[in-house]
């Protein structure tokens, strides 16, 4: 999911549809997504896995030809952040290890924080429930 974020996030850079202040908070997300990533293909890797490959951005099937405004970048990536949190957080309880289980919810909260800086550029409630569904 990181890789996914990664790139969609390098769609909506380069899509010329971003103003400059919310193209820079983008690109600050990217990079926070990649550090993510970097840490889980790493940390797969020492625990004697092997980390899935990044993939270019055309075979995510991004909907790339319907962004056509700001607005519809941002609720492509409010999306991608929602599906996110909500991907940790049904991974949390799965580790044994505490380690990962707190490391795994450290990333939810970063996706959780994105999808809500998101739904407020947007105009919508940047909290819209008290829990992630």
Known sequence: MEYQAIAAYQVGAESGLLE?????????????????AAVLSSTISKLGGTPVMAKMPADYGFPAASLKSQADVLEFAAGLEKAAASAYLGAVPQFHNKDLAKAAASIMGDEAMHWAILLNALGKDPAPAAFIA
């Open 20 to 36: 400059k202040p919310v193209l820079a908070v983008a690109v600050k997300f990217q990079g926070q997504h990649k550090a993510l």
